[in-house]
């Protein structure tokens, strides 16, 4: 062999070239992309100072997204806000010119009426804004539309809010009054106790015909407490008293509400001064009547009639037509003709209807002297345990009722099942058990007693103790020892119960007075008759199904979204449906609403409330105020600060997206200075290492050419 050029430095030769070529390559990539490394590993020494800094740069710019979106946000809110303010500013207006005129002029009442009604459905459209599906007015309940008014017509609003009898919530509380009870919650699932059946409507809540007096709406147990003065309740699914009411007070400990009527008060026959009638279309259309016209006058409540003692006293006084009584002794007001046979005048009335007072459905029944049977069953785990009535006269509802399937159940004083079984299903009516173990066939009416799972207790075969002297019912056990603990404990004070069995004159109805403290003793009103009963006798408190309900207009809720502009600043978007600003001026609005005119509750016999809605629009405007609130301190809160809030927020924000955008640019120039070349140093060196190749391959071809002949 003659060439001087060997297999191993031909191999050196390559690899350097190609080095050199990938080398040429890399900076001409650089060239044409201006960036250093197409890859983190080509700047591995500044790699983590690059991905903070874009991390940074990512994160701002989210930011400014969210920004942006919550910008769109604030505008719209503003333009919101501008257009409830314009809204409530021209009613103020509209009110303003009222109140300066003829407040009695049917025309101009029926004129501001309207205005509060198209202030109020605008109020509503604008309070039920959405943005990309996100209501702005309904705090965390996003996609709930807040606002509803139920407003379908301004008469169909005034015959539901009269003025009179049903007048508008005065008081935000009251406006804003939330609850719906369909059971007595206090009560379920306890023995003897039918939940579903809880309240007792009184027509006269004290039984007193001869004065005036509210209807009455009483629970089984303290379920009002926080019902407030005020409100307006909704009474569905009762079987006579359906409707909507206000209510006037809560009385017996949150027990009962009263709520406000309109009925006339037992009076007479007696001479009355004179009675104004009106044409409810012609209001200058009116028939005064005096005792010349109509002798003397019966007044009714139960059948809400005005008798006159001369025949066909008011024969030219149609349906319909209100009416004004002055110079009675109790009766004296403003009325309306439901009919009229000329002679008896039957007035609209707004009153409860007696339902589960002393009749109706039971809420409490309780049989003493009752049984324990035991039946064994040829299967396995279906023999049954019974609790009967006294002689076997029927099931006892609800014995076992705060029990369940899994339960256990342990009896003592039985002839021979004293023992503790393991509840496999409990029959509908709540009187009987099937068990897993095996019982033997009892019947016992000896003082049978049971415990068990949920402090469950049970004493069979019981009597009652009826004490005059002390107007005393006494529940005993089969030995004549009182009960600790005993059922009575289910009643409350003031409530009514009806006994029944005994065959004696204390099968009536008593009224709780007084529980002792160990609930095995009840002391009433009325007369009681010394006896022992140990046959049977039985306990039932009444009262109705139904479901009393207070809806506000308001369907959101109150959480408060937080927005974060950066990392260490955010603000709250906290403005809900029932912010003070808007609340006051609804609320506004709604006492000049109701009451249709020339009726009692009307606007045009109400005055004063221009000024309380003056006050109340004023105040949902302005923070600053001057008068006295007319309903008590207000909450603070006006348009003029929720503007300068959402103004304030609006400038934070593009305060925030400027300094992010000014920081992302310094991060963008940081970000070149790591990732892009110096074209020119990356120019030269291409040059340097493209003639640096071209000068291997000539090297390489001319040391593939060399030979040792060339020398010989």
Same mark, same amino acid.
């Given at each position: 062999?003659?060439?001087?050029?060997?297999?191993?430095?031909?191999?050196?030769?390559?690899?350097?070239?190609?080095?050199?070529?990938l080398?040429?390559?890399?900076?001409?990539t650089?060239v044409?992309?201006?960036k250093r490394?197409?890859?983190y590993?080509?700047i591995?020494?500044?790699?983590?100072?690059? @991905?903070?800094?874009?991390?940074?740069?990512?994160?701002?710019?989210?930011?400014?997204?969210?920004?942006?979106?919550?910008?769109?946000?604030?505008?719209?809110?503003?333009e919101?806000?501008e257009?409830?303010?314009k809204?409530?500013?021209?009613?103020?207006?509209?009110?303003?010119?009222?109140?300066?005129?003829?407040?009695?002029?049917?025309?101009? @009442?029926?004129?501001?009426?309207?205005a509060a009604?198209?202030?109020m459905?605008?109020?509503?459209?604008?309070?039920?804004?959405?943005?990309?599906?996100?209501?702005?007015?309904?705090?965390?309940?996003?996609?709930?539309?807040?606002?509803?008014?139920?407003l379908s017509?301004?008469?169909?609003?005034q015959?539901?809010?009269?003025?009179?009898?049903?007048?508008v919530?005065?008081?935000?509380s009251?406006s804003?009054?939330?609850?719906?009870?369909s059971?007595?919650?206090?009560?379920?699932?306890?023995?003897?106790?039918?939940?579903?059946?809880?309240?007792?409507f009184?027509?006269?809540?004290?039984?007193?015909?001869?004065?005036?007096g509210?209807?009455?709406?009483?629970?089984t147990?303290?379920?009002?407490?926080n019902?407030?003065?005020?409100?307006?309740i909704?009474?569905t699914?009762?079987?006579?008293?359906n409707g909507?009411?206000t @209510?006037? #007070?809560?009385t017996d400990s949150?027990?009962?509400?009263?709520?406000?009527t309109?009925?006339?008060?037992?009076?007479?026959p007696?001479?009355?001064?004179?009675?104004?009638f009106?044409d409810?279309?012609?209001?200058n #259309?009116?028939?005064?009547k005096?005792?010349?016209d109509?002798g003397?006058?019966?007044?009714?409540?139960?059948t809400?009639?005005?008798? +006159?003692?001369?025949?066909?006293?008011?024969?030219?006084?149609?349906?319909g037509?209100?009416?004004?009584?002055?110079?009675?002794?109790?009766?004296?007001?403003?009325?309306t003709?439901?009919?009229?046979?000329?002679?008896n005048?039957?007035?609209?009335d707004?009153k409860?209807?007696?339902?589960?007072f002393?009749?109706?459905?039971?809420?409490?029944?309780?049989?003493?002297?009752?049984?324990?049977?035991?039946t064994?069953?040829?299967?396995?785990?279906?023999?049954?345990?019974?609790?009967?009535q006294?002689?076997?006269?029927g099931?006892?509802?609800? +014995?076992?009722?705060? !029990?369940?399937?899994?339960?256990?159940?342990?009896?003592?004083?039985?002839?021979s099942?004293?023992?503790?079984?393991?509840?496999?299903?409990?029959?509908?009516?709540?009187?009987?058990?099937? @068990? #897993?173990?095996?019982?033997?066939?009892?019947?016992?009416? #000896?003082?049978?007693?049971?415990?068990g799972?949920?402090?469950f207790?049970?004493?069979?075969?019981?009597q009652?103790?009826?004490?005059a002297?002390?107007?005393?019912i006494?529940?005993r056990d089969?030995?004549?020892?009182?009960?600790?603990?005993?059922?009575?404990?289910n009643?409350?004070?003031?409530?009514?119960f009806?006994?029944?069995g005994?065959?004696?004159?204390?099968?009536?109805?008593?009224?709780?007075s007084?529980i002792?403290?160990?609930?095995?003793?009840?002391t009433?009103t009325g007369?009681?008759v010394?006896?022992t009963?140990?046959?049977?006798?039985?306990?039932?408190?009444f009262?109705?199904a139904?479901t009393?309900a207070?809806?506000?207009y308001?369907?959101?809720d109150?959480?408060s979204?937080?927005?974060?502009?950066?990392?260490?600043h955010?603000?709250?978007?906290?403005?809900?449906?029932?912010h003070?600003?808007f609340?006051?001026?609804?609320?506004?609005?709604?006492?000049?609403?109701?009451?249709?005119?020339?009726s009692?509750?009307?606007?045009?016999?109400?005055?004063?409330r221009?000024?309380?809605?003056k006050?109340?629009?004023?105040?949902?405007?302005e923070?600053?105020?001057?008068?006295?609130?007319?309903f008590?301190?207000e909450?603070i809160?006006?348009l003029?600060?929720?503007?300068?809030?959402?103004g304030?927020?609006?400038?934070?924000?593009?305060?925030?997206?400027?300094?992010?955008k000014?920081?992302?640019g310094?991060?963008?120039?940081?970000?070149?200075n790591v990732?892009?070349?110096d074209?020119?140093a990356?120019?030269?060196? !291409?040059?340097?290492?493209?003639r640096a190749?071209?000068?291997?391959?000539q090297a390489f071809?001319r040391?593939?050419q060399?030979? !040792?002949s060339?020398?010989?």
């Amino acid at each position: 062999m003659s060439r001087i050029s060997s297999f191993s430095a031909n191999t050196t030769l390559i690899n350097q070239m190609l080095r050199t070529q990938l080398d040429v390559f890399d900076l001409q990539t650089q060239v044409s992309t201006q960036k250093r490394s197409q890859d983190y590993k080509g700047i591995s020494l500044e790699s983590q100072r690059l @991905v903070n800094i874009e991390n940074t740069r990512t994160q701002l710019q989210r930011y400014i997204s969210n920004n942006s979106q919550q910008e769109v946000r604030l505008n719209i809110t503003s333009e919101v806000l501008e257009g409830l303010r314009k809204t409530i500013n021209n009613f103020k207006k509209d009110l303003s010119t009222y109140e300066s005129g003829a407040t009695k002029d049917e025309k101009r @009442v029926e004129y501001v009426q309207t205005a509060a009604y198209q202030a109020m459905k605008s109020l509503e459209d604008l309070l039920n804004t959405d943005v990309d599906g996100r209501y702005l007015f309904a705090g965390g309940r996003l996609n709930t539309e807040p606002v509803d008014f139920q407003l379908s017509t301004l008469s169909s609003f005034q015959s539901t809010f009269d003025g009179a009898v049903n007048a508008v919530a005065t008081t935000r509380s009251s406006s804003l009054e939330r609850f719906s009870f369909s059971e007595d919650k206090n009560n379920k699932n306890r023995q003897f106790i039918d939940a579903s059946n809880f309240l007792i409507f009184r027509q006269d809540y004290d039984g007193v015909t001869t004065n005036g007096g509210n209807s009455s709406i009483t629970a089984t147990s303290a379920m009002f407490s926080n019902v407030q003065a005020g409100s307006t309740i909704t009474v569905t699914n009762s079987g006579s008293n359906n409707g909507t009411y206000t @209510v006037e #007070n809560v009385t017996d400990s949150g027990r009962t509400i009263r709520i406000k009527t309109k009925m006339l008060t037992d009076e007479g026959p007696g001479s009355i001064g004179t009675i104004t009638f009106r044409d409810p279309n012609d209001f200058n #259309n009116t028939i005064t009547k005096t005792g010349v016209d109509f002798g003397n006058l019966q007044f009714t409540r139960s059948t809400d009639t005005i008798t +006159a003692s001369t025949t066909n006293a008011f024969s030219a006084i149609p349906a319909g037509w209100k009416f004004t009584i002055a110079g009675s002794t109790s009766n004296d007001g403003d009325y309306t003709v439901d009919t009229n046979d000329g002679t008896n005048i039957v007035i609209k009335d707004t009153k409860l209807t007696n339902e589960g007072f002393n009749a109706g459905n039971t809420f409490f029944d309780y049989h003493s002297g009752s049984q324990v049977v035991f039946t064994p069953n040829a299967g396995s785990n279906d023999d049954t345990i019974a609790i009967q009535q006294f002689g076997g006269g029927g099931a006892v509802p609800n +014995a076992f009722k705060n !029990l369940s399937a899994g339960d256990t159940v342990t009896f003592a004083g039985t002839g021979s099942n004293n023992a503790t079984y393991t509840i496999n299903a409990i029959s509908s009516d709540g009187s009987t058990i099937t @068990v #897993n173990e095996t019982v033997a066939l009892e019947t016992d009416s #000896n003082g049978a007693t049971a415990t068990g799972t949920n402090s469950f207790k049970y004493n069979a075969g019981t009597q009652m103790l009826f004490t005059a002297a002390s107007n005393t019912i006494q529940i005993r056990d089969s030995a004549g020892g009182v009960i600790n603990g005993g059922i009575v404990g289910n009643l409350a004070v003031g409530m009514t119960f009806t006994v029944s069995g005994t065959g004696t004159a204390n099968d009536t109805t008593f009224t709780v007075s007084a529980i002792d403290n160990t609930t095995s003793t009840i002391t009433v009103t009325g007369g009681v008759v010394d006896h022992t009963d140990l046959d049977g006798a039985r306990i039932r408190s009444f009262a109705a199904a139904g479901t009393i309900a207070a809806t506000p207009y308001y369907d959101g809720d109150e959480l408060s979204l937080t927005h974060r502009t950066d990392d260490d600043h955010d603000f709250e978007a906290n403005i809900t449906a029932i912010h003070p600003a808007f609340e006051k001026a609804i609320r506004a609005l709604k006492i000049i609403m109701q009451g249709d005119y020339g009726s009692e509750g009307g606007l045009d016999q109400h005055y004063e409330r221009i000024g309380q809605a003056k006050y109340l629009l004023e105040a949902s405007i302005e923070d600053t105020i001057s008068g006295t609130p007319p309903f008590g301190t207000e909450q603070i809160g006006s348009l003029e600060a929720l503007q300068q809030t959402v103004g304030f927020h609006e400038s934070s924000i593009n305060t925030q997206t400027a300094l992010h955008k000014t920081f992302i640019g310094y991060l963008e120039k940081a970000v070149s200075n790591v990732e892009n070349t110096d074209q020119l140093a990356s120019v030269t060196r !291409l040059l340097d290492q493209s003639r640096a190749l071209e000068a291997s391959y000539q090297a390489f071809s001319r040391i593939r050419q060399l030979s !040792l002949s060339n020398f010989l």
